[in-house]
């Protein structure tokens, strides 16, 4: 039997989809575009065609630490889910990381799930700061960051800039803001981020390469 790794990539995500919006209380389609700004940026930043692989599994990864059983039971429990409550949430980092730790990935990608939320700044939960905290985990919080907190309709891109420039240098580096910027320029990135459809999208550029 042939196991297609990006099909069932792809399947996961549908699923962490459904945890996500029932905890988190996010948009459907919320890990796939997180993938597909991250890829955008990784790929503005001259990330390998490896590291742009991984990236896009660990973008669609990145929540699955919400999915644990005790930690969802717990905060389905409440009375009221505070998003920020949840999304601060230590526990989901270290779950999130442990759960992928055997995840054929290409390059070495250890950490870059628990590290998920640190913040350009140090103000993160494990306090680390700058370049400390590795690339693919700056590009996937900096996406998850944008995606949780903008409307991505192209009218609004002159309020998803003033976003970004607040929170400069304070949760995510001026590199990470500057790509975006560039990127945010080409109209197609405002259709595709928008297309109920963008796993299609995203499987296209998510090819196996090893
Ligand atoms: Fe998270
Ligand atoms: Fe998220």
Same mark, same amino acid.
């Not at 905060?75 to 409550?85: A, D, F, H, S």
């Given at each position: 039997m042939l196991f297609n790794l990006n099909e069932f990539l792809m399947s996961v995500s549908f699923a962490l989809d459904f945890v996500e919006m029932d905890v988190l209380g996010v948009p459907s389609n919320h890990g796939k575009r997180v993938a597909y700004i991250a890829l955008k940026v990784g790929q503005y930043l001259g990330l390998s065609s490896k590291e742009l692989h991984d990236i896009v599994s660990l973008a669609i990864l990145h929540d699955n630490g919400v999915s644990e059983k005790n930690l969802y039971n717990n905060?389905?429990?409440? @009375? @009221?889910?505070?998003?920020?409550?949840v999304e601060v949430a230590k526990k989901h980092c270290i779950i999130g990381e442990e759960n992928i730790i055997n995840y054929p990935f290409l390059t070495?990608?250890?950490?870059?799930?628990?590290? $998920? $939320? @640190?913040?350009y700044d140090g103000s993160g939960f494990f306090k680390l700061k700058g370049d400390e905290i590795p690339i693919m985990a700056q590009i996937i919080q900096f996406a998850n960051d944008m995606e949780m907190n903008n409307n991505f309709k192209s009218d609004k891109k002159e309020e998803i800039i003033s976003f970004i420039k607040e929170r400069e240098n304070v949760s995510f580096s001026h590199k990470i803001s500057r790509a975006f910027i560039e990127i945010a320029r080409d109209e197609k990135f405002w259709i595709n981020i928008n297309n109920e459809s963008i796993n299609n999208?995203?499987? *296209? *550029? $998510?090819?196996v390469i090893a």
């Open positions: 905060l389905m429990c409440k @009375e @009221e889910i505070n998003l920020n409550e070495d990608v250890k950490n870059i799930i628990k590290y $998920h $939320h @640190e913040k999208i995203i499987k *296209k *550029k $998510h090819q």
